[in-house]
Structures are given as C-alpha cells and as structure tokens.
C-alpha cells in the first residue's frame, strides 16, 4: 500500500489544475507547468483535491502511484512559491559572476566558464562564492544545479570545488598523515 499515493493533493488558492486524459496543466503567479502522465494511473478531481489511482497491484503500477502523486504535487508547489538550490564555490581564485543572462564561473581552468540560463531557469549570484538556481519546475532546478557542480565537483583532500550549500565533504588526510 502506497503512503505516499493514497494521499490526497489539495489545490491552494491562485492555482488552476487543467487534466485532458493525462496530461496535466497547472498554473499558478509563478507560471505554468504541464505534464504528460503515465496512461495507467487514474487522476481525479473533486472539490479542490486531487486524487491519484492505480488499476492493480502489480510492481510497475506501485512504483507509479506514488510518483505520480509527487509529480503533480511538485508541479503545485512550484507554481505557488518557487525551487530553490543552493550552490557554493570554495577554492582561491574560485568565483561566479553574472553578466545578463549568463553565468561565468571562474574555476582555475585556462578560460572561464559559461552557462547560459535554461528556459524557466533564473541564477543569482549573491556573492562571489554562491550560486542560487531558482524555477518553478524542480525536476530542470536539480538537473541544472547538478550540471553547475560538474564543472568542478569538491576534492576530497582540500575541499576545492562546487558543492551545494547543505552538503558536507568528508575529508581526506593525504600524505602526511600516513606516518
């Protein structure tokens, strides 16, 4: 029995939820969002909640239910309030930078690196050593701050490189500390 399924979404003021067989469109003051589901699970809508069921038990329906009850609960959420991932730089010499629409990340490379910002994607560059990824859809702010981090993921031995700001690095002690 899926927890995570059976529970019931509510719809919050200032959201609109659209469902056309399965496909799902929700806006909300952030945006618009819209999705195509998987044809198995039964989305219903009544009175402000929405309910997600499945056809049977087998294992590919189960681990269906309770996807795609977060799906479209995440899809909510972002339309109301926003997603956020936050990302820092360590190292000397490390910084990021934002020129309009782009992002460059000086990393200790020969050149600097560019991104630009995806569709739906906005970054903020509060400081030199901080990075905030902000949209309305989680699944592209995960996938885009996990791109930034690949630039220069943090060394275990100096702890140089881009993490996210809630991540710990477990430290190596390198040579010296053999003896």
């Known amino acids: 029995m899926s927890r995570i399924g059976n529970s019931p979404i509510t719809i919050p003021e200032g959201v609109e939820v659209k469902l056309d067989g399965n496909k799902i469109t929700v806006k909300g003051p952030k945006g618009t969002l819209e999705k195509e589901l998987h044809k198995n699970m039964s989305i219903s809508i009544d009175n402000n909640v ?77 400081s030199q050593n901080q990075i905030i990824v902000r949209g309305i859809d989680k699944e592209l702010v995960g996938q885009t701050a996990a791109v930034i981090r690949t630039k220069r993921p943090p060394e275990v031995y100096r702890g140089k490189g881009i993490k996210y700001s809630y ?13």
């Open 167 to 179: 991540e710990v690095i477990r430290r190596k002690e390198g040579k010296a500390g053999k003896k």
């Open 50 to 126: 929405i309910t997600v069921k499945r056809p049977d038990n087998e294992p590919a329906n189960r681990s269906l239910h309770g996807l795609t009850r977060t799906l479209i609960n995440n899809m909510i959420i972002g339309v109301k309030e926003e997603f956020k991932k936050e990302l820092e730089i360590n190292g000397v010499g490390y910084r990021a930078q934002k020129q309009g629409k782009k992002l460059i990340l000086s990393l200790g490379y020969s050149h600097p690196v560019e991104m630009e910002e995806p569709e739906g994607i906005t970054f903020d560059v509060p």
